[in-house]
């Protein structure tokens, strides 16, 4: 556990933490002030010269003035030189541990890539006959079971292995395995080390793989439905003159990535928060997206679910619109699409949506809509490694190194739109009560708060755009999302 943050992406092939580029910076302008006060003590040698003042017994000490003066430009020119190198050092070393962490995720990849084909192998007979039910589908049944009676098997080995879940090594080996769909069909196909798409398949046509073999078993796993959204009542049950009666809300526009963080939604109550800035005719809007609220592959009322996340991440699959069975998109972010449109959002208006974990993918996939004018968008611990991104609008994923979430993303696709984060958050050896610890939302929202004490370019620059809402003061509203489950046929 510490604060340093570990920053990567946003078009450089350079991975180091925030306090070296920082560093790199700062040599860069001493370089650059060196380099001016040379040229002055150039400028002013060649007056001296001019003057003559070297010449003759004009009773100077030595060394005299042209000549000290030309000996102070030499080591200010010793001086940028070794500022130069030094800064130069840096960025090399930051361009090395890039290079060496692309050249580990490599391996991790490829060996993700051998342990799909061998669990193809093993579990084949079982999980991809026509009696068996998959790798998700199993998962699903034991959600069932735990709700009809109580802690299962595999609830009970993963409570008894809580630390592996939090192992980075072991949240490593899940994003390269998070690739690999096409390994683990062909090892279950007998043809383990034959992947006949290699790049091509990701986390996404694992998703939607998934979903597809949900639809042809015909169970209720991974069913989508119809989504409704409802403006909550800011002054229900308030006392009359009590400030939350007001029919609007006020707030205070956002200055910060840690303010953007406090106020994503915690899952309990609304799990939308909108909040609009502006001008009447120049309105700007930040959108706050809930993380998951219930741990469930079988759809429930509640839309913010896993079944919801396997959809947002598979219809980034190209594969997607060959499946002909499912919802084209989850219900959370059909679910904030519709908030925004009853809060007046417009297809023109500029809006920065923020969300943590499922709620981070729905933040990324906004970011992606050439249909909508996002300025930036923010991902608290989302797996949005393979989100697509869109020219000029810049993404910023924050991602926890223990965190198993982001890593069910796979790696992804590296774009100069995505700025990612990292940092530990845990301690090593302690036992902590929550399954994910890492992944609690109280902790990006305290790495949230170094982003903003950093002073690192990028960091910087992204934070100013949270200046797009003007900093005058703005106006609240919360939407709760509901599903139909009556509904949910999964037609698309």
């Keep these: 556990m510490?604060?340093?943050?570990?920053?990567?992406?946003?078009?450089?092939?350079?991975?180091?933490?925030?306090?070296?580029?920082?560093?790199?910076?700062?040599?860069g302008?001493?370089?650059?002030?060196?380099?001016?006060?040379?040229?002055?003590?150039?400028?002013?040698?060649?007056?001296?010269?001019?003057?003559?003042?070297?010449?003759?017994?004009?009773?100077?000490?030595?060394?005299?003035?042209?000549?000290?003066?030309?000996?102070?430009?030499?080591?200010?020119?010793?001086?940028?030189?070794?500022?130069?190198?030094?800064?130069?050092?840096?960025?090399?070393?930051?361009?090395?541990?890039g290079w060496a962490e692309r050249t580990i995720d490599g391996f991790w990849k490829v060996g993700g890539g051998l342990i799909a084909g061998v669990l193809g192998?093993?579990?084949?007979?079982?999980?991809?006959?026509?009696?068996?039910?998959?790798?998700?589908?199993?998962?699903?049944?034991?959600?069932?079971?735990?709700?009809?009676?109580?802690?299962?098997?595999?609830?009970?080995?993963?409570?008894?292995?809580?630390?592996?879940?939090?192992?980075?090594?072991?949240?490593?080996?899940?994003?390269?395995?998070?690739?690999?769909?096409?390994?683990?069909?062909?090892?279950?196909?007998?043809?383990?080390?034959y992947a006949p798409f290699g790049q091509l398949v990701g986390a996404p046509e694992s998703a939607s793989v998934l979903l597809a073999l949900a639809a042809l078993l015909g169970t209720k796993v991974l069913v989508d439905g119809p989504v409704s959204v409802t403006r909550s009542n800011p002054g229900l049950g308030a006392p009359p003159g009590h400030p939350a009666a007001a029919p609007v809300r006020v707030v205070a526009a956002p200055t910060g990535l840690?303010?953007?963080?406090?106020?994503?939604?915690?899952?309990?109550?609304?799990?939308?928060?909108?909040?609009?800035y502006g001008q009447p005719d120049d309105p700007r809007w930040v959108v706050y997206v809930s993380g998951t609220v219930e741990s469930s592959l079988v759809a429930g009322d509640e839309p913010f679910d896993h079944t919801s996340n396997v959809l947002g991440i598979a219809d980034d699959s190209w594969i997607d619109e060959l499946r002909a069975a499912g919802a084209e998109s989850g219900a959370g972010e059909r679910a904030v699409r519709q908030a925004m449109e009853a809060a007046g959002i417009a297809p023109g208006d500029p809006v920065m949506p923020?969300?943590?974990?499922?709620?981070?993918?729905?933040?990324?996939?906004?970011?992606?809509?050439?249909?909508?004018?996002?300025?930036?968008?923010?991902?608290?611990?989302?797996?949005?490694?393979?989100?697509?991104?869109?020219?000029?609008?810049?993404?910023?994923?924050?991602?926890?190194?223990?965190d198993l979430v982001p890593a069910v993303g796979g790696f992804g696709h590296p774009s100069a739109e995505r700025l990612t984060v990292s940092r530990s958050v845990l301690d090593e050896g302690r036992e902590y009560d929550s399954a994910l610890p890492a992944h609690e939302l109280w902790r990006y929202r305290e790495t949230a708060a170094l982003v903003d004490e950093?002073?690192?370019?990028?960091?910087?620059?992204?934070?100013?755009?949270?200046?797009?809402?003007g900093g005058g003061p703005g106006e609240l509203s919360e939407w709760t999302a509901t599903r139909d489950v009556s509904s949910s046929t999964g037609a698309r």
């Excluded at 100077?60 to 102070?72: H, L, N, S, T």
């Excluded at 393979?386 to 190194?401: D, F, K, M, Q, Y």
Aim: glycine residues 14%; aromatic residues 4%.
């Design 121 to 193: 192998v093993v579990l084949g007979a079982k999980v991809f006959s026509a009696h068996g039910l998959g790798l998700g589908i199993g998962l699903a049944v034991n959600s069932i079971a735990r709700g009809l009676g109580g802690p299962t098997p595999l609830d009970r080995w993963i409570a008894s292995h809580r630390g592996l879940l939090s192992d980075p090594t072991f949240v490593r080996a899940v994003r390269a395995v998070a690739d690999s769909a096409d390994e683990l069909v062909a090892g279950a196909r007998g043809m383990p080390g």
């Design 2 to 27: 510490g604060d340093g943050l570990t920053i990567s992406g946003g078009g450089e092939t350079t991975v180091a933490t925030d306090e070296l580029f920082i560093d790199a910076a700062r040599l």
């Design 454 to 469: 950093s002073e690192e370019a990028r960091l910087i620059a992204f934070r100013e755009l949270v200046g797009f809402t």
């Design 258 to 276: 840690a303010d953007l963080a406090d106020r994503v939604p915690s899952g309990e109550g609304p799990q939308i928060r909108i909040e609009r």
């Design 354 to 402: 923020v969300g943590h974990s499922g709620g981070g993918i729905i933040a990324a996939k906004l970011a992606a809509d050439p249909e909508l004018n996002v300025v930036g968008a923010v991902n608290l611990g989302g797996p949005g490694a393979s989100a697509p991104t869109s020219e000029g609008v810049p993404v910023l994923s924050i991602e926890h190194e223990e």
């Design 29 to 97: 302008a001493a370089a650059g002030v060196i380099d001016g006060w040379k040229s002055s003590a150039a400028t002013l040698c060649t007056e001296l010269d001019a003057a003559g003042l070297d010449r003759g017994s004009g009773g100077w000490a030595e060394p005299a003035p042209a000549d000290a003066m030309r000996r102070v430009e030499q080591a200010l020119g010793r001086c940028g030189d070794t500022a130069e190198a030094l800064r130069s050092a840096l960025i090399a070393s930051a361009e090395r541990y």
